[in-house]
């Protein structure tokens, strides 16, 4: 049995994804709304429920990378439950990833 994580811990582990960035978009993935839950299953192993922009998205293993590389040294050991329902869109990016789009151009 494993102990439940915090929410300190899980804030760290938040911030870490933040350096994980859309190669499309060039946006973080926290702020763009790709993350849907972190949790923890029974074995403690960090489980990212998260979608792409797209289901067709060429860059799943460029993700995969670097978040890999931003967790490493925050959990023993990760997997992604790619989650495609309910699709993403921009009504999920946070107002933060909103100021980032407008700063690229985009219009919110």
């Known amino acids: ?34 993350i849907y839950d972190l949790s923890f299953d029974d074995e403690g192993e960090l489980v990212i429920s998260m979608t792409l922009t797209s289901a067709g998205c060429p860059l799943t293993d460029v993700l995969e990378e670097q ?24 009504e999920r990016i946070t107002p933060e990833g909103r100021d980032m789009m407008r700063a690229l151009g985009f219009a919110f």
């Open 67 to 90: 978040i890999s590389a931003s967790l490493n040294g925050v959990v023993d050991s990760f997997r992604i439950n790619w989650v495609w329902m309910p699709p993403w869109g921009p």
């Open 1 to 34: 049995m494993t102990t439940e994580p915090t929410p300190e811990k899980y804030d760290q582990i938040e911030d870490s994804l933040r350096e994980v960035v859309d190669p499309e978009l060039d946006i973080n993935i926290v702020d763009l709304g790709l």
